[in-house]
């Protein structure tokens, strides 16, 4: 598979985020270590959680502009609040990202594309999961997975296998602390996208995206 530099794929990264008006925060920005503290409490409140695992790895979206999506953050028991407070601090849908993602340059390709998923949803109100995501494991397992796929399409661009992409997204669902029922769910969708790759090598247009993206850095796939 195809390397990408981590400073093209940051410079990728934040062309995409500011057409969708997104802003873009890095894993060394005090606001992100907030979000994630914040997030591990969440999840630990639920059941047991890898604090060091999610520190080091996990991405979030907030939303932060008004609307729908950032009412329904401020009321998650307990944490709403807070998470209220940052993420409208931000004025803008905000994507917090982890180290992981920003020390690989495809990695973290596949990251933005994955995240701006729940940007969409974010934007058109969709968000009304947003009271249980960080805590109802099959709420996670329904609005993680579509967006797995968008991080497949960028691997197989690259040069991936397309069956090893899914086998690793599938692994990666081990850091959402899903139940079996959700798990399976999260799974059927995963296959449902590599099939989709393997006889169309797209899912939704995300293809084009990223070959003209990686042209504009002098990069052909």
Same mark, same amino acid.
């Given at each position: 598979?195809?390397?990408?530099?981590?400073?093209?794929?940051?410079?990728?990264?934040?062309?995409?985020?500011?057409?969708?008006?997104?802003?873009?925060?890095?894993?060394?920005?005090?606001?992100?270590?907030?979000?994630?503290?914040?997030?591990?409490?969440?999840?630990?409140?639920?059941?047991?959680?890898? !604090?060091?695992? =999610? &520190? $080091? /790895?996990?991405?979030?979206?907030?939303? #932060? %502009?008004?609307?729908?999506?950032?009412?329904? *953050? +401020?009321?998650?028991?307990?944490?709403?609040?807070?998470?209220?407070?940052?993420?409208?601090?931000?004025?803008?849908?905000?994507?917090?990202?982890?180290?992981?993602?920003?020390?690989?340059?495809?990695?973290?390709?596949?990251?933005?594309?994955?995240?701006?998923?729940?940007?969409?949803?974010?934007?058109?109100?969709?968000?009304?999961?947003?009271?249980?995501?960080?805590? !109802?494991?099959? =709420? &996670? $397992? /329904?609005?993680?997975?579509?967006?797995? #796929? %968008?991080?497949?399409?960028?691997?197989?661009? *690259? +040069?991936?296998?397309?069956?090893?992409?899914?086998?690793?997204?599938?692994?990666?669902?081990?850091?959402?602390?899903?139940?079996?029922?959700?798990?399976?769910?999260?799974?059927?969708?995963?296959?449902?996208?590599?099939?989709?790759?393997?006889?169309?090598?797209?899912?939704?247009?995300?293809?084009?995206?990223?070959?003209?993206?990686?042209?504009?850095?002098?990069?052909?796939?």
């Amino acid at each position: 598979m195809k390397t990408i530099d981590p400073a093209t794929a940051l410079r990728i990264a934040r062309r995409l985020c500011d057409r969708a008006g997104v802003a873009l925060i890095l894993p060394t920005d005090l606001r992100r270590k907030a979000v994630i503290e914040l997030v591990i409490l969440a999840r630990d409140a639920v059941g047991e959680v890898d !604090a060091k695992a =999610v &520190r $080091a /790895g996990t991405t979030v979206t907030l939303p #932060g %502009a008004p609307g729908p999506a950032l009412a329904l *953050l +401020g009321i998650i028991p307990v944490l709403g609040p807070a998470l209220l407070a940052l993420a409208a601090g931000a004025g803008r849908t905000t994507i917090y990202l982890s180290p992981a993602a920003v020390a690989d340059g495809v990695l973290l390709l596949r990251t933005v594309w994955h995240e701006l998923g729940h940007v969409g949803s974010i934007a058109k109100g969709r968000l009304g999961w947003c009271f249980a995501y960080l805590i !109802a494991a099959e =709420v &996670r $397992a /329904g609005g993680e997975a579509p967006c797995f #796929g %968008a991080g497949m399409v960028v691997a197989v661009v *690259l +040069g991936a296998d397309v069956d090893q992409v899914a086998a690793d997204a599938k692994r990666s669902l081990q850091g959402y602390a899903l139940d079996e029922p959700a798990r399976a769910l999260a799974e059927g969708i995963i296959d449902s996208v590599r099939e989709t790759l393997r006889a169309t090598g797209d899912l939704g247009g995300i293809r084009a995206e990223v070959v003209a993206e990686l042209a504009a850095e002098g990069i052909a796939v």
